[in-house]
């Protein structure tokens, strides 16, 4: 195969609702190759769920509306038939959701789950073919004794080990593409570091790509390659791991990496926090969604509050960022951010 594995080209998602139109995902495009991770990163709200969701072609709902196209592997998964998309799941794209506890089926043991997994797409395999695989994936993901582990049931797992099970199910097929939503927020750093370094040694032996879905940099920084920060519904930057963090361009993407760096509480006693709360999707403000939280806005003047910023390159390293500021001025106060 040949070019991008995934390819996601002006994404929207909105959705009906009482209170008006939601624009949960407006204009999302990016690519992703074989054996590489994408970070997306952002607050609650900023569409990073809405938009794996909808790769995984769970958002055909009643009240959604879906516009531009998601080609994975050649398929246009926007335009594919419910069996088409049954059909895709596990095998081509596969999901790890964020709470494994409510992933998993409290009445079957975890060993059924896995094996029912691979079964969807091996109608003709045997009980104890489905066992053996049950074992074999449980012993990949490092949970011991998986033969006998296998018969327990979700509740008789810790939250770790319950992640590695989901992990488990979600790679029994050997899928090409892995979305892991916020896959370590529910777990202490050292079964954190622990998933980290799981899905780093998995995705080296399946050769899976990976989107991965968090709020916290530290995660992104551990595992991706390529991240990309969203607000709003919207990317604002996109850039490679290494030069976000040494010179992040969008004050959005300062405002969180200052959140990292403070670890509690700064000189002043006071924890460093963006200013405000993310805006409504149903009645975004006019121009930069940002503007009303940005502290740079008056750098640029009426600008803001009257033009939209879209994605452009900044400096020479393949950054992109959504801001009205000089390409200068981002880099200068990037680096500073970044060093501070």
Known sequence: MTGPLLSVSDLRVSFDTPDGVVHAVDGVSFT?????????????????????????????????TVSGSIILGGQDVLRASDSEIRALRGREMAMVFQDPMSALNPYYTVGHQIGEAYRVHHPKATKKE???IAATMMDKVGIPNPSARARDYPHQFSGGMRQRVV???????????????EPTSALDVTVQA???????????EFGSAI???????????ELADEVGVMYAGRMVERAR??????SPTHPYTWGLMGAVRSLGLSARGSLETIPGSPPSLINLPTGCAFRPRCGFSERVGQRCTTERPDLRAVGQAGTLSACHLPDEVMIELGSKKASA
């Open 211 to 221: 989107i991965l879905i968090s709020h916290d940099l530290g995660v992104i920084a």
């Open 130 to 132: 489905m066992a053996d």
């Open 194 to 204: 622990q998933i980290l370094e799981l899905m780093k040694s998995l995705q080296d």
């Open 241 to 246: 791991v290494e030069e976000l963090f040494e």
């Open 32 to 64: 992703l190759e074989q054996g590489r991770t994408l970070g997306i990163v952002g607050e609650s709200g900023s569409g990073k769920s809405v938009t794996s969701s909808t790769i995984m072609g769970l958002t055909k709902t009643a009240n959604a």
């Open 167 to 181: 992990i488990a199910i979600a790679l029994t097929n050997n899928p090409r593409l892995l979305i892991a939503d």
